[in-house]
């Protein structure tokens, strides 16, 4: 899920001359903390400004997007549930783009934000299809996916999908069958509840009526994606970073990502003080340099 607050200046954060992150690379047998350091290049100013634009598809609704020209490989910022392209990771990724001078694009799920449809109609499959749109009909070239949270999971079915559009991807507290599996872990008794009414309310603080209503319907469809069953065939570079204090998505989700996608370069980072949103400075930062090194990575293997 996007979140609000003020903007960071990715371009601003890359200007400093040396950094430090603790970051845990996955392993199977252990898990092994390391030490980053870097000398981040220095980037030119630019001012490029995105516009809105609506992608019109055959019985399916418009999608609303922005889109910023340049090198490949490109970015593409998938939300999480019910957010929307205006978030901070969403805008601070762009102005990183406009800085590198690399294509970037943002985009609203059907039934939400700009986007036509209704909400209450709108499965994982169905958003699944939205990404796919973007990617193949506004995307030009290599692109890396990042994704949060609900967005996380999306990208990794667009990377099984698309495997020769897909150049690498970012998941931020990477949900990853994480509705059903909530659902499975309820009692017996609350489960018929939920089949009986057909409505789920799921209490939250990132939703003003302070819970999200999840159609039974919904829940069922979901079950259809799930990954976490067996190995997820993804095999370019992932990296997951997970907030260890997150109460919606738990960071153990990221680790079980690891193990059953068969890519070996492959890191989790784990943030001892994130919350879901990772919208913090900090949070920020990390997910900056974390793209940084997957362009300069597949740039000079190319």
Request: aromatic share 8%; with cysteine; glycine share 6%.
């Amino acid at each position: 899920m996007a979140g609000g607050g003020s903007l960071v200046s990715a371009a601003a954060l890359l200007r400093r001359k040396s950094w430090d992150l603790a970051a845990v690379p996955f392993c199977p047998a252990a898990l092994l903390f390391r030490r980053i350091e870097r000398t981040p290049r220095r980037l030119p100013v630019c001012r490029w400004k995105t516009n809105l634009s609506f992608l019109s598809r055959p019985d399916l609704p418009k999608l609303a997007y922005k889109k910023l020209k340049g090198k490949t490989p490109g970015i593409i910022f998938i939300p999480g549930y019910h957010s929307n392209m205006n978030g901070t990771k969403a805008m601070a990724i762009e102005e990183f783009c406009k800085s590198l001078g690399h294509a970037y694009v943002r985009f609203d799920f059907s039934g939400c934000g700009n986007s036509e449809g209704n909400s209450e109609e709108c499965t994982v499959g169905r958003w699944r299809k939205d990404v796919l749109s973007i990617i193949d009909d506004i995307a030009e070239g290599p692109q890396i996916l990042v994704g949060s949270s609900m967005g996380a999971w999306l990208m990794l079915h667009t990377a099984i999908a698309r495997p020769t559009k897909v150049a690498a991807l970012v998941g931020i507290a990477t949900a990853a069958d994480s509705i059903v599996t909530r659902f499975d872990e309820l009692p017996i008794e609350a489960k018929k509840e939920i089949e009986v009414t057909g409505t789920w309310k799921v209490p939250t603080r990132y939703s003003d009526d302070g819970f999200y209503m999840f159609p039974y319907s919904f829940i069922k469809e979901a079950k259809l994606h799930c990954l976490l069953h067996g190995p997820i065939p993804v095999t370019c570079p992932v990296r997951l970073i997970h907030g260890m204090k997150d109460e919606v998505i738990p960071w153990q989700t990221s680790m079980r990502v690891a193990e059953h996608v068969i890519s070996t370069d492959i890191d989790v980072t784990l943030r001892k003080n994130g919350d879901h949103r990772m919208k913090e400075k900090e949070d920020i930062k990390l997910l900056v340099y974390t793209i940084d090194d997957l362009i300069d990575k597949l740039t000079t293997s190319n």
